[in-house]
Protein backbone atom coordinates (compact mmCIF):
# COMPACT_ATOMS: atom_id res chain seq x y z
CA UNK A 1 0.00 0.00 0.00
CA UNK A 2 1.35 3.26 -0.83
CA UNK A 3 1.59 6.35 1.50
CA UNK A 4 -1.53 8.02 0.14
CA UNK A 5 -3.43 5.09 0.04
CA UNK A 6 -2.23 4.35 3.97
CA UNK A 7 -3.16 8.22 5.12
CA UNK A 8 -6.04 7.50 3.60
CA UNK A 9 -7.09 4.47 5.16
CA UNK A 10 -6.16 5.67 8.65
CA UNK A 11 -8.31 8.47 8.27
CA UNK A 12 -11.14 5.90 7.59
CA UNK A 13 -10.57 4.00 9.86
CA UNK A 14 -10.56 7.16 12.49
CA UNK A 15 -13.97 8.19 10.80
CA UNK A 16 -15.47 5.33 11.35
CA UNK A 17 -14.04 5.09 15.57
CA UNK A 18 -15.15 8.47 15.69
CA UNK A 19 -19.00 7.33 14.39
CA UNK A 20 -18.71 4.78 16.71
CA UNK A 21 -17.71 6.07 19.95
CA UNK A 22 -20.83 8.67 18.76
CA UNK A 23 -23.12 5.72 19.07
CA UNK A 24 -21.75 5.37 22.47
CA UNK A 25 -22.18 8.20 23.93
CA UNK A 26 -25.61 8.00 22.45
CA UNK A 27 -26.05 4.55 24.30
CA UNK A 28 -25.11 5.85 27.88
CA UNK A 29 -28.71 7.42 28.84
CA UNK A 30 -30.53 4.30 27.70
CA UNK A 31 -33.53 3.49 29.94
CA UNK A 32 -34.74 -0.07 29.92
CA UNK A 33 -37.92 0.60 31.47
CA UNK A 34 -38.63 3.59 29.55
CA UNK A 35 -37.87 1.35 25.70
CA UNK A 36 -40.30 -1.12 27.03
CA UNK A 37 -43.02 1.20 27.90
CA UNK A 38 -42.60 2.81 24.23
CA UNK A 39 -42.30 -0.08 22.49
CA UNK A 40 -43.89 -3.32 24.30
CA UNK A 41 -46.61 -2.19 26.10
CA UNK A 42 -50.04 -0.55 24.86
CA UNK A 43 -51.25 1.16 22.63
CA UNK A 44 -48.29 -0.32 20.65
CA UNK A 45 -48.10 -3.89 21.59
CA UNK A 46 -51.30 -4.61 21.13
CA UNK A 47 -52.57 -8.52 21.19
CA UNK A 48 -56.36 -7.96 20.06
CA UNK A 49 -55.72 -6.18 17.02
CA UNK A 50 -55.29 -8.21 13.88
CA UNK A 51 -53.24 -5.83 12.15
CA UNK A 52 -50.51 -5.37 15.11
CA UNK A 53 -46.98 -5.69 14.67
CA UNK A 54 -46.77 -8.10 17.82
CA UNK A 55 -48.35 -11.10 16.38
CA UNK A 56 -46.72 -10.44 12.88
CA UNK A 57 -43.46 -10.03 14.73
CA UNK A 58 -43.80 -13.62 17.00
CA UNK A 59 -45.37 -15.07 14.05
CA UNK A 60 -42.25 -15.21 11.87
CA UNK A 61 -40.18 -16.16 14.68
CA UNK A 62 -42.37 -19.22 15.78
CA UNK A 63 -42.71 -20.02 11.74
CA UNK A 64 -38.91 -19.83 11.42
CA UNK A 65 -37.64 -21.84 14.62
CA UNK A 66 -40.52 -24.51 13.70
CA UNK A 67 -40.31 -25.18 10.03
CA UNK A 68 -37.87 -27.75 10.58
CA UNK A 69 -34.55 -26.59 8.71
CA UNK A 70 -33.25 -24.69 12.16
CA UNK A 71 -31.83 -26.78 14.33
CA UNK A 72 -29.12 -27.75 16.91
CA UNK A 73 -27.83 -27.09 20.32
CA UNK A 74 -26.83 -22.99 20.63
CA UNK A 75 -29.11 -20.39 19.72
CA UNK A 76 -27.63 -16.50 20.35
CA UNK A 77 -29.87 -13.36 20.95
CA UNK A 78 -27.28 -10.32 19.72
CA UNK A 79 -28.17 -7.11 21.39
CA UNK A 80 -30.44 -8.67 23.41
CA UNK A 81 -31.51 -5.12 25.29
CA UNK A 82 -34.31 -5.42 27.98
CA UNK A 83 -36.48 -7.50 25.62
CA UNK A 84 -36.86 -11.52 25.91
CA UNK A 85 -39.75 -11.59 23.11
CA UNK A 86 -37.04 -12.80 20.41
CA UNK A 87 -36.27 -16.24 22.23
CA UNK A 88 -39.63 -17.37 23.27
CA UNK A 89 -39.67 -19.78 20.13
CA UNK A 90 -36.21 -20.62 19.85
CA UNK A 91 -36.73 -21.86 23.52
CA UNK A 92 -37.76 -24.90 22.64
CA UNK A 93 -35.71 -25.73 20.11
CA UNK A 94 -32.17 -24.86 21.62
CA UNK A 95 -30.84 -26.76 24.81
CA UNK A 96 -27.93 -23.43 25.30
CA UNK A 97 -29.77 -19.78 24.61
CA UNK A 98 -26.99 -16.99 25.17
CA UNK A 99 -28.75 -13.75 25.75
CA UNK A 100 -26.23 -10.58 25.22
CA UNK A 101 -26.35 -6.83 25.41
CA UNK A 102 -23.83 -3.76 24.83
CA UNK A 103 -24.55 -2.00 27.86
CA UNK A 104 -24.84 -3.71 31.84
CA UNK A 105 -28.26 -2.02 32.68
CA UNK A 106 -29.77 -4.53 29.88
CA UNK A 107 -28.02 -7.35 31.18
CA UNK A 108 -29.53 -6.45 34.63
CA UNK A 109 -32.67 -6.12 33.42
CA UNK A 110 -32.70 -10.00 31.99
CA UNK A 111 -31.10 -11.15 34.86
CA UNK A 112 -34.39 -9.33 37.29
CA UNK A 113 -36.35 -11.30 34.71
CA UNK A 114 -34.18 -14.95 35.25
CA UNK A 115 -34.65 -14.41 38.54
CA UNK A 116 -38.52 -15.46 38.83
CA UNK A 117 -41.73 -13.42 37.85
CA UNK A 118 -42.36 -9.82 39.21
CA UNK A 119 -38.88 -8.74 39.30
CA UNK A 120 -38.28 -7.41 35.43
CA UNK A 121 -40.15 -4.06 34.32
CA UNK A 122 -41.98 -5.47 31.92
CA UNK A 123 -44.48 -8.42 32.30
CA UNK A 124 -43.98 -10.89 29.19
CA UNK A 125 -47.21 -13.24 29.96
CA UNK A 126 -49.08 -12.04 27.45
CA UNK A 127 -46.10 -12.68 25.06
CA UNK A 128 -45.43 -15.97 26.67
CA UNK A 129 -49.26 -16.46 26.60
CA UNK A 130 -49.38 -16.23 22.60
CA UNK A 131 -46.23 -18.41 21.53
CA UNK A 132 -48.17 -20.77 23.42
CA UNK A 133 -51.22 -20.35 21.45
CA UNK A 134 -48.99 -20.66 18.14
CA UNK A 135 -47.75 -23.10 19.45
CA UNK A 136 -51.32 -24.97 20.19
CA UNK A 137 -50.68 -25.35 23.63
CA UNK A 138 -53.09 -23.85 25.86
CA UNK A 139 -51.86 -20.37 27.42
CA UNK A 140 -51.41 -21.33 30.51
CA UNK A 141 -48.43 -23.56 29.51
CA UNK A 142 -46.74 -20.28 29.80
CA UNK A 143 -45.55 -20.72 32.69
CA UNK A 144 -43.96 -23.92 31.57
CA UNK A 145 -42.24 -21.80 29.06
CA UNK A 146 -40.72 -19.39 31.33
CA UNK A 147 -39.06 -22.30 33.27
CA UNK A 148 -37.96 -23.25 29.72
CA UNK A 149 -36.45 -20.21 28.98
CA UNK A 150 -35.14 -19.56 32.42
CA UNK A 151 -33.44 -23.74 32.25
CA UNK A 152 -31.73 -22.64 28.90
CA UNK A 153 -30.47 -19.28 29.29
CA UNK A 154 -27.11 -20.13 29.90
CA UNK A 155 -25.75 -16.37 30.38
CA UNK A 156 -26.17 -13.16 29.56
CA UNK A 157 -22.99 -12.03 27.81
CA UNK A 158 -21.40 -8.75 26.66
CA UNK A 159 -21.29 -7.74 23.44
CA UNK A 160 -19.95 -5.41 20.72
CA UNK A 161 -21.00 -5.84 16.82
CA UNK A 162 -18.25 -3.46 15.56
CA UNK A 163 -15.99 -5.50 16.81
CA UNK A 164 -14.25 -8.23 14.66
CA UNK A 165 -14.79 -10.65 17.25
CA UNK A 166 -18.53 -9.06 19.15
CA UNK A 167 -18.12 -11.67 22.34
CA UNK A 168 -15.20 -12.24 24.68
CA UNK A 169 -12.92 -14.89 24.04
CA UNK A 170 -14.09 -17.01 27.22
CA UNK A 171 -17.52 -16.42 26.51
CA UNK A 172 -17.88 -20.39 26.09
CA UNK A 173 -19.21 -20.40 22.84
CA UNK A 174 -18.65 -23.50 20.15
CA UNK A 175 -15.73 -23.55 18.54
CA UNK A 176 -17.49 -24.15 15.22
CA UNK A 177 -20.15 -21.06 16.29
CA UNK A 178 -23.35 -21.27 17.08
CA UNK A 179 -26.17 -22.85 15.24
CA UNK A 180 -28.19 -19.88 15.17
CA UNK A 181 -28.60 -16.31 15.42
CA UNK A 182 -31.44 -13.99 16.37
CA UNK A 183 -30.83 -10.16 16.55
CA UNK A 184 -33.65 -7.46 16.69
CA UNK A 185 -33.25 -4.12 16.08
CA UNK A 186 -29.80 -3.68 16.86
CA UNK A 187 -28.04 -3.70 14.20
CA UNK A 188 -29.28 -0.38 12.22
CA UNK A 189 -29.72 1.04 15.86
CA UNK A 190 -26.31 1.08 16.61
CA UNK A 191 -24.58 1.38 13.10
CA UNK A 192 -23.69 5.27 12.48
CA UNK A 193 -24.04 4.56 9.10
CA UNK A 194 -24.63 1.82 6.58
CA UNK A 195 -21.21 0.90 5.69
CA UNK A 196 -21.28 0.37 9.41
CA UNK A 197 -24.48 -2.15 9.62
CA UNK A 198 -23.07 -4.06 6.80
CA UNK A 199 -19.61 -4.85 8.82
CA UNK A 200 -21.49 -5.38 11.81
CA UNK A 201 -23.49 -8.09 9.76
CA UNK A 202 -20.28 -9.81 8.86
CA UNK A 203 -18.79 -9.65 12.25
CA UNK A 204 -21.59 -11.44 13.73
CA UNK A 205 -21.62 -13.70 11.02
CA UNK A 206 -18.47 -15.06 12.55
CA UNK A 207 -20.45 -15.91 15.42
CA UNK A 208 -22.39 -18.43 13.43
CA UNK A 209 -21.46 -22.14 12.05
CA UNK A 210 -21.37 -22.85 8.34
CA UNK A 211 -24.86 -24.18 7.70
CA UNK A 212 -26.46 -21.81 10.63
CA UNK A 213 -29.10 -19.94 10.50
CA UNK A 214 -29.73 -15.97 11.05
CA UNK A 215 -33.18 -14.32 11.91
CA UNK A 216 -33.11 -10.76 11.99
CA UNK A 217 -36.01 -8.26 12.88
CA UNK A 218 -35.54 -4.67 12.25
CA UNK A 219 -37.01 -1.38 11.39
CA UNK A 220 -37.47 0.07 7.72
CA UNK A 221 -37.44 3.94 7.25
CA UNK A 222 -36.31 4.59 11.09
CA UNK A 223 -33.96 7.79 10.78
CA UNK A 224 -33.78 7.75 14.92
CA UNK A 225 -35.66 6.28 18.41
CA UNK A 226 -36.35 7.66 21.68
CA UNK A 227 -33.91 5.19 24.76
CA UNK A 228 -35.35 7.05 26.89
CA UNK A 229 -36.60 10.54 28.13
CA UNK A 230 -35.08 13.21 26.11
CA UNK A 231 -32.52 10.06 24.42
CA UNK A 232 -32.87 10.66 20.57
CA UNK A 233 -30.56 7.79 18.79
CA UNK A 234 -29.79 7.87 15.46
CA UNK A 235 -31.04 4.94 13.42
CA UNK A 236 -29.60 4.16 9.84
CA UNK A 237 -32.50 4.06 7.47
CA UNK A 238 -32.88 0.90 5.46
CA UNK A 239 -35.59 -0.06 2.87
CA UNK A 240 -36.02 -3.38 1.61
CA UNK A 241 -33.99 -3.66 -1.06
CA UNK A 242 -30.57 -2.52 1.12
CA UNK A 243 -31.72 -5.01 3.55
CA UNK A 244 -31.73 -7.90 1.13
CA UNK A 245 -28.25 -6.54 -0.38
CA UNK A 246 -26.50 -5.96 2.95
CA UNK A 247 -27.24 -9.46 3.78
CA UNK A 248 -26.17 -11.58 0.73
CA UNK A 249 -23.44 -9.09 0.44
CA UNK A 250 -22.39 -9.80 3.69
CA UNK A 251 -22.13 -13.34 2.97
CA UNK A 252 -25.40 -14.80 3.83
CA UNK A 253 -28.19 -16.53 1.66
CA UNK A 254 -31.32 -14.95 1.82
CA UNK A 255 -34.06 -17.68 2.48
CA UNK A 256 -37.36 -15.41 3.20
CA UNK A 257 -37.64 -11.30 3.24
CA UNK A 258 -41.06 -10.33 5.25
CA UNK A 259 -42.34 -6.79 5.41
CA UNK A 260 -45.10 -5.65 7.66
CA UNK A 261 -46.23 -1.70 7.20
CA UNK A 262 -47.16 0.13 10.35
CA UNK A 263 -50.48 1.47 10.49
CA UNK A 264 -50.93 5.32 11.54
CA UNK A 265 -51.97 4.29 14.73
CA UNK A 266 -48.71 2.67 15.80
CA UNK A 267 -46.90 6.07 14.38
CA UNK A 268 -46.78 7.53 18.92
CA UNK A 269 -43.70 9.61 18.74
CA UNK A 270 -40.95 7.60 20.21
CA UNK A 271 -39.15 7.26 16.62
CA UNK A 272 -40.04 6.94 12.67
CA UNK A 273 -40.37 3.63 12.34
CA UNK A 274 -42.55 3.18 8.77
CA UNK A 275 -42.04 -0.76 9.03
CA UNK A 276 -40.61 -3.61 10.55
CA UNK A 277 -38.69 -6.66 8.39
CA UNK A 278 -37.77 -10.18 9.25
CA UNK A 279 -34.76 -12.12 7.09
CA UNK A 280 -34.46 -15.20 7.70
CA UNK A 281 -30.84 -16.42 5.99
CA UNK A 282 -28.47 -18.91 6.05
CA UNK A 283 -24.33 -19.16 6.19
CA UNK A 284 -23.20 -21.21 3.38
C1 LIG B 1 -33.17 -0.88 19.81
S1 LIG B 1 -32.44 -1.88 21.03
C2 LIG B 1 -33.02 -3.52 20.57
C3 LIG B 1 -33.40 -4.30 21.77
C4 LIG B 1 -34.14 -5.61 21.51
N1 LIG B 1 -33.33 -6.56 20.74
C5 LIG B 1 -35.51 -5.41 20.83
O1 LIG B 1 -35.83 -6.22 19.98
O2 LIG B 1 -36.20 -4.46 21.20
C6 LIG B 1 -30.74 -1.94 20.52
C7 LIG B 1 -29.85 -2.67 21.50
O3 LIG B 1 -28.50 -2.71 21.01
C8 LIG B 1 -27.61 -2.56 22.11
N2 LIG B 1 -26.32 -2.08 21.62
C9 LIG B 1 -25.84 -0.82 21.63
N3 LIG B 1 -24.61 -0.78 21.10
C10 LIG B 1 -24.29 -2.06 20.73
C11 LIG B 1 -23.15 -2.66 20.15
N4 LIG B 1 -22.07 -1.94 19.79
N5 LIG B 1 -23.17 -4.00 19.95
C12 LIG B 1 -24.26 -4.74 20.29
N6 LIG B 1 -25.38 -4.22 20.86
C13 LIG B 1 -25.37 -2.88 21.07
C14 LIG B 1 -28.30 -1.58 23.03
O4 LIG B 1 -27.79 -1.65 24.34
C15 LIG B 1 -29.77 -2.01 22.88
O5 LIG B 1 -30.11 -2.95 23.86
O1 LIG C 1 -41.99 -4.33 17.24
S1 LIG C 1 -42.10 -2.99 16.91
O2 LIG C 1 -42.28 -2.74 15.52
C1 LIG C 1 -40.67 -2.19 17.39
C2 LIG C 1 -39.97 -2.67 18.45
C3 LIG C 1 -38.78 -2.05 18.79
C4 LIG C 1 -38.34 -0.98 18.08
C5 LIG C 1 -39.09 -0.49 17.01
C6 LIG C 1 -40.26 -1.11 16.67
C7 LIG C 1 -38.66 0.68 16.21
N1 LIG C 1 -37.59 1.39 16.86
C8 LIG C 1 -36.57 0.48 17.28
C9 LIG C 1 -35.34 1.23 17.66
F1 LIG C 1 -34.28 0.45 17.52
C10 LIG C 1 -37.04 -0.37 18.43
N2 LIG C 1 -43.21 -2.34 17.71
C11 LIG C 1 -43.70 -1.13 17.27
C12 LIG C 1 -45.14 -1.24 17.27
S2 LIG C 1 -45.85 -1.93 18.64
C13 LIG C 1 -44.77 -2.99 19.32
C14 LIG C 1 -43.37 -2.74 19.05
Known amino acids: MD?????????????????????????????PAAYLQYNYMPPRADFDRQDSIVPWKLGCLHRAF???????????????????????SGCEVFDTVFLTDFLEVNRQELRRWLQGEGYSSLDWTPYLQHVCK????????????????????????PIDVHLPRPLHPDSQ??????????????????????????????HIRGLLR?????????????????????????VVPLDEAQVCASVRAS??????????????????????????????????
Open 3 to 31: REAKNEKEENDREREKGVAAMVACYQGFD
Open 66 to 88: TEGDVGGDVLVDVGSGPTLYQVL
Open 134 to 157: LEGRRPSAWTEKAARLRSVVSDIL
Open 173 to 202: LPTAGADCLVSCFCLESVSPDLASFNRALG
Open 210 to 234: PGGHLLLIGALGESYYMGGPGVRIP
Open 251 to 284: GYTLVRLEVYTLPQGMMVGVDDVTGVFFVKARKP
